[in-house]
């Protein structure tokens, strides 16, 4: 932060906005942003939603590789809010082609449906349910984007299941109930 307001932006004001910041001190740096007594903020993502400030147009995202496409157009969602255009400059480091392909799609699409769907198609359904990191895929025979439909209908007769027979007691629902409790280490049956 020192860096930025003194050596890089010596004539600009300079603040840093970041989720531990109290409530009242975010709500204080958002109210000077706002009124232009701040001219660059410096933020986590913390500014991802809500934060609607017409005199901001250029946003730099660091690390822009390491965020979901959703993500990233929440964040350039922040700027060009006014009269005035906004841009946004996706930095990376990474030499990472597949990195390189979803930015890209950031260039293309201000659609943020299309981009959650390319999101999808893009990443493992492993990665979008946590499990990557602990070494295991959970859904090994649906593809999220082409199987909407059957997920949909699963989702549908899990909700009545559930709906008649909350804690899967009744004989027909045993066996799923034994599965469920496996699942997510809710039993010892």
Do not use: C, W
Not at 145 to 171: G, M, N, R, V, Y
Request: net charge negative.
């Amino acid at each position: 932060m020192a860096y930025l307001r003194d050596i890089v932006f010596p004539t600009r004001r300079v603040a840093l906005m970041t989720g531990k910041l109290k409530a009242a001190d975010k709500r204080r740096v958002m109210d000077d942003f706002r009124a232009g007594t701040i001219d660059i903020l410096v933020s986590t993502t913390v500014v991802e939603v809500g934060v609607d400030v017409p005199n901001a147009t250029v946003m730099v995202i660091q690390d822009a590789d390491r965020f979901g496409l959703s993500q990233l157009h929440q964040l350039r969602g922040r700027v060009g809010r006014g009269d005035k255009d906004g841009t946004v400059f996706l930095v990376t480091g990474t030499k990472n082609e597949d990195s390189f392909v979803r930015l890209r799609v950031m260039e293309k699409s201000n659609d943020g449906f299309e981009l959650a769907e390319h999101d999808l198609k893009l990443r493992r359904e492993g990665d979008i349910l946590g499990s990557r990191q602990h070494g295991i895929q959970t859904l090994k025979l649906v593809n999220v984007i082409q199987d909407a439909e059957l997920i949909q209908e699963a989702h549908a007769i899990a909700t009545s299941i559930l709906d008649t027979d909350p804690t899967l007691d009744k004989p027909e629902h045993r066996h799923l109930g034994y599965e469920v409790k496996t699942l997510f280490g809710e039993g010892d049956d």
